[in-house]
Structures are given as C-alpha cells and as structure tokens.
T-cell receptor, first 112, second 115 residues
Framework: DAKTTQPPSMDCAEGRAANLPCNHS???????VYWYRQIHSQGPQYIIH???NNETNEMASLIITEDRKSSTLILPHATLRDTAVYYC?????????????FGSGTRLQVQP | EAGVAQSPRYKIIEKRQSVAFWCNPI?????LYWYQQILGQGPKLLIQ????????DSQLPKDRFSAERLKGVDSTLKIQPAKLEDSAVYLC?????????????FGPGTRLTVT
C-alpha cells in the first residue's frame, strides 16, 4: 500500500469546518483512500473512503484531487467530540490483504 | 448490532509474567485482527485470522506472543513472558467477508502496563 503523509496536529474552532489534508503521491490506480479516526481511549472508527470521486456521508466529506496524489477530509461543522487522531490510509482492496497500515495520523483539537 | 468486545480493559503485570486478552468479534464477521498500539503511534497489525485460520502473522513476535481463534469466533492473544516494551494497547478488530466498504470494526482495546 502507498505511503501517506499527514500533518502531526491541527486546531479548529468549534462550529467551523475542519479540513484535514493527506498526501499520497505514490498511490496506484486500484488503491482507495480510507479515513479512520481514534477518539481518546477508544478503538479506531471508520469515517469514509473513496477511489477518485468526491464522497460524502453523515460524518464527513472526502475530496480527492484529480491526479489522486492528495485528499482532504472535511468535517463541515466541527464539535468538541470530533477531537481525535485522524488516520489517512491508502488501501488496495484487490490485494487480498485486509489489514490496515496506520501511520501516526493528525491529532485534531477542536477548540471551544 | 453489538460491537467488538474485549476484556479485560486494563491489565498491569510484572515483566516475565504471562497475560491473556480475549476478543469477541461482531457476529458473522469472518476476519479478525489483533493490533498493537504503542503510545503516540498508530496501531500495528500483529495477526490476522480468516475464520479460524491464520492469514498473516508476519509481525507477531512468535517467541513470546501466541494467538488462537476458537471455532472461528472468539480469539485470545497471549504474551509469555512479557517484556517492558510490550506495554501498549491491544486492539481487536473484525470485518465481514466480502461487502462493499471493507470496513474494520474495532473494539475498545486492552491497555497493558508491564512493570
């Protein structure tokens, strides 16, 4: 799976949009971008994933650049409960290997 | 739908002692994973089961760690003897076979402190 690069930490004001960037310049055509988050003292939680089109669900939006070398996770109205470590993971679904390779992620602190 | 259950939530042992963790995955999930998460780092895969067979244990320190998945459902992870560097959170996750999203569902983890 391709390597990802994320900033180690970010701050966001409550109620504002949180935009978390991820670089994955070596992504290959069959690899998806997955985002998970880990709230303190909990296990990681799936947020969203995408291949090349922008995706939106009840939790977040995922914007993937046209060349697929980077993406942005958007939390439209961040709350204090969104304070967590966010992991961007590139994952080849057709490799037969299901385990995820986590980096260090971005620690998002939502400020009141 | 019940989530992934793990026990105990916390464990403190002395080095060279043994310890075991238990995981009950989401009902019907064929794939089960054990991850180790050291403070400040992302989770690292230790072992992956498909039903009761091992798919990947390449990062499991087999001289001290062992794992089994009973009848393709529950799983236990054992450390014997423990070292100081084994202090970490041990996460269990499960995922269904097939499906569209290939999501993994994680339990709350067991925090192990080795003194």
């Amino acid at each position: 799976d391709a390597k990802t690069t994320q900033p180690p930490s970010m701050d966001c004001a409550e109620g504002r949009a949180a935009n978390l960037p991820c670089n994955h310049s070596t992504i290959s055509g069959n690899e998806y971008v997955y985002w998970y988050r880990q709230i303190h003292s909990q296990g990681p939680q799936y947020i969203i994933h995408g291949l090349k089109n922008n995706e939106t669900n009840e939790m977040a939006s995922l914007i993937i650049t046209e060349d697929r070398k980077s993406s942005t996770l958007i939390l439209p109205h961040a709350t204090l409960r969104d304070t967590a470590v966010y992991y961007c993971i590139v994952y080849g679904r057709d490799t037969g290997r299901r385990a995820l390779t986590f980096g260090s992620g971005t620690r998002l602190q939502v400020q009141p | 739908e019940a989530g992934v259950a793990q026990s105990p939530r916390y464990k403190i042992i002395e080095k060279r002692q043994s310890v075991a963790f238990w995981c009950n995955p989401i009902s019907g999930h064929a794939t089960l994973y054990w991850y180790q998460q050291i403070l400040g780092q992302g989770p690292k895969l230790l072992i992956q089961f498909q039903n009761n067979g091992v798919v990947d244990d390449s990062q499991l320190p087999k001289d001290r760690f062992s794992a089994e998945r009973l009848k393709g459902v529950d799983s236990t992870l054992k450390i014997q003897p423990a070292k100081l560097e084994d202090s970490a959170v041990y996460l269990c996750a499960s995922s269904p076979t097939g499906g569209l999203t290939y999501e993994q569902y994680f339990g709350p983890g067991t925090r192990l402190t080795v003194t």
